[in-house]
């Protein structure tokens, strides 16, 4: 499976913005204790709680 490429821009994003960007594509998370999820972001917070859908441990 490959995940989209986001889309170039000239100026540097922040952390939040770039998030935001993803909301409603399909994105990969690692957390520390090294599990992986695949699944399509559908929203966050200010804290980057997510909200996914269709998700999948990998």
Known sequence: ?????LPKV????LPLELVDKCVGSQIWIIMNNH???VGK???FDDYVN???????EM
């Open 50 to 56: 997510m909200v996914l859908e269709d998700v999948r």
């Open 10 to 13: 000239n100026h540097p994003l």
């Open 1 to 5: 499976m490959s995940l989209p490429s």
């Open 35 to 37: 599990k992986e999820f």
């Open 41 to 43: 972001l559908i929203g």
